[in-house]
């Protein structure tokens, strides 16, 4: 019966968290200017991927993040370490927000390397609290970590060559 209510939560909690963060994902897209088009002009380090990688790859890491929040959402704990591990969610979600706008929008390389390095400490807080709600939802961050040590590579990388 338990299986049923907890389903009967997370698919529409799935649907409007992932929704969130594809539209916060595509609204920073937007604020942020041209990326595409800026991130073509840059010197960049080694290992840097194509430019058409990263909306796919942003399109399925904003996917695995809104449905590892549903499951935060609807698991069977208490309603504070839920809350606790949604804050440092929406921290963390924030960060991401705001670190294209900072690099891309503002151009400001060294304060996007800031915000990237506050995004992967938030990031790391926010797994261990969604860890301890649902251990699944903290697997779903996983490649979202190794994406964020990636492009904190390529912040780092991109602030020094520019």
């Known amino acids: 019966m338990q299986n049923k209510t907890y389903l ?3 698919i529409p909690a ?3 968290s992932v929704l969130l963060a594809e539209a916060l994902g595509f609204l920073s897209a937007v604020l942020a200017g041209d990326i595409r088009g800026k991130f073509e002009l840059l010197a960049k380090p080694p290992l840097t991927p194509p430019g058409w990688v ?3 790859v942003w399109i399925i890491l904003y996917a695995l993040m809104g449905i590892a ?3 935060v959402f609807s698991a069977m704990a208490s309603g504070t ?3 606790r591990a949604l804050v440092f969610y929406g921290i963390q979600l924030a960060l991401n ?5 900072v690099f891309f929008g503002t151009a400001n390389y060294l304060a996007g390397c800031f915000v990237i390095a506050a995004l992967a400490v938030f990031l790391v807080l926010t797994f261990i609290e969604f860890r301890k709600v649902s251990p699944a939802a903290s697997f779903l961050l996983i490649p979202y970590m190794a994406w964020i040590c ?3 590579y390529l912040t780092v990388g991109v602030t020094m060559l520019n």
Do not use: L, N
Not at 97 to 101: M, P, T, V
């Open 8 to 10: 009967k939560t997370v």
């Open 69 to 71: 929040a549903a499951m």
């Open 14 to 16: 799935s649907f409007v």
């Open 97 to 101: 927000f705001i670190w294209s706008i």
């Open 54 to 56: 990263f909306g796919p």
């Open 150 to 152: 990636f492009a904190a």
């Open 81 to 83: 370490e839920k809350r």
